[in-house]
């Protein structure tokens, strides 16, 4: 078991938060962290994990009591996150997609109708997708080659998703298509898409760097059809969903990342008192002590970007930027941070034997997905533009 060093930013918690990431943590030492370093040489998630994570609440929990979830706030998701992805980043994203993006454009979008036929469902036992990314799109995430036509009643689906985090475990996608391709964006709409539906299936699971344990696959569409009820939002707004919910699924991203930092962290400030050179703890050396400094710094900060940003979502004030910020930053740190860790680990670092290795390797997509560094730099350039 591993311990945390107290944060400052913790202070931020109310009494119930607290308690809760309490609660988080001592599941993720208990149940995650045995698992992490085996399912990530397995590259699959552990089912009897999944239903772990549908009985304790935490794959619905901005989910309304009424539908089954626990009723909290996008903050409590993110401290989640954070928590989970301590011990492994691979449960932070499964469950980082499900309330952030699956969850979030439900509750925001979703009709009634909707919310009462599939929140139930997320919260008790469906994993959900997000299905945006196509080999074509990634960056330019609406140059959709994804085609719908209306059919009488259905909308029909045919082309490929590329690159779908919970793909291989997931019952219910969100798939973004493009109704009228020569409005542009203007076509893109937003299908709740059962796995079970005819013509629906998931193809290749890709063979990754990190967070192996999460599936990331591509998905074949092959004449779905999709009942003219399951478009999310209208047609045509596809676009704004989209953009809405990665916004919010950022900051997700960005706790994913500073809860990989903090746990590479952890596991080396233990290290280095328990390590010996030269008959005293590699602790004890001024250069070693200025480095433990400089990576609590940078993970304090990248905390309370991912904290602000949350807490501005929560109020209803505008977090654009600010989410932007805290992925772009909260990425970087988590790469810095666990690369040094390695460092301070020496050759055991380079080897599967002690956790940092794997959390190296996991640190590498922070940079990359729900928008490149590039994008967030674009996007907060902009905005500051805008005034």
Same mark, same amino acid.
């Given at each position: 078991m591993t311990t945390m060093v107290?944060? @400052? =930013?913790?202070?931020? #918690?109310?009494?119930?938060? =607290?308690?809760?990431?309490?609660?988080?943590?001592?599941? =993720? +030492?208990?149940?995650? =962290? @045995?698992?992490?370093?085996?399912?990530?040489?397995?590259?699959?998630?552990?089912? +009897?994990?999944?239903?772990?994570?549908?009985? #304790?609440g935490f794959m619905a929990i901005e989910i309304p009591e009424h539908y089954g979830g626990i009723g909290s706030s996008f903050f409590t998701a993110t401290i989640v996150v954070e928590e989970l992805s301590r011990a492994d980043p691979s449960v932070g994203v499964l469950v980082d997609v499900q309330n952030t993006l699956v969850n979030n454009a439900l509750l925001k979008w979703g009709t009634e109708e909707q919310l009462s036929h599939y929140l139930p469902k997320l919260a008790t036992g469906t994993v959900g997708a997000y299905a945006l990314s196509e080999a074509g799109s990634g960056s330019d995430a609406f140059a959709l080659d994804l085609r719908a036509v209306r059919d009488g009643d259905d909308w029909v689906l045919n082309g490929r998703k590329m690159w779908i985090t919970n793909g291989a475990e997931a019952g219910l996608f969100i798939v973004f298509a493009n109704v009228q391709p020569e409005l542009g964006y203007k076509g893109i709409t937003a299908f709740l898409v059962e796995r079970e539906m005819s013509g629906f299936a998931v193809g290749k699971k890709e063979d990754k760097l990190g967070i192996r344990a999460s599936s990331t696959t591509e998905l074949v569409l092959d004449d779905v059809p999709v009942p003219a009820g399951n478009v999310l939002g209208e047609p045509g707004q596809g676009y704004k969903v989209a953009i809405e919910t990665l916004n919010e699924g950022r900051i997700g991203i960005g706790a994913q990342m500073v809860g990989l930092a903090q746990g590479a962290f952890d596991h080396t400030l233990r290290y280095v008192q328990e390590r010996e050179q030269f008959g005293r703890p590699v602790a004890d050396f001024q250069g070693v002590q200025f480095q433990l400094a400089e990576m609590a710094t940078d993970i304090e900060a990248s905390r309370l970007l991912v904290y602000n940003a949350a807490r501005l979502k929560d109020q209803g004030a505008g977090f654009l930027r600010e989410g932007a910020m805290a992925k772009m930053f909260a990425s970087r740190t988590a790469q810095a941070v666990s690369s040094r860790c390695i460092d301070l680990h020496g050759g055991y670092g380079f080897t599967r034997e002690y956790p940092v290795e794997k959390l190296y390797r996991d640190s590498k997509i922070g940079t990359i997905y729900e928008g490149t560094d590039n994008m967030q730099l674009q996007t907060i350039a902009k905005d500051l533009l805008r005034g």
């Open positions: 107290h944060s @400052p =930013a913790l202070t931020v #918690l109310g009494d119930d938060e =607290a308690m809760f990431r309490e609660a988080v943590r001592d599941f =993720a +030492e208990s149940e995650l =962290a @045995p698992r992490a370093s085996r399912m990530d040489a397995a590259q699959q998630m552990d089912s +009897e994990l999944i239903s772990m994570l549908f009985e #304790l």
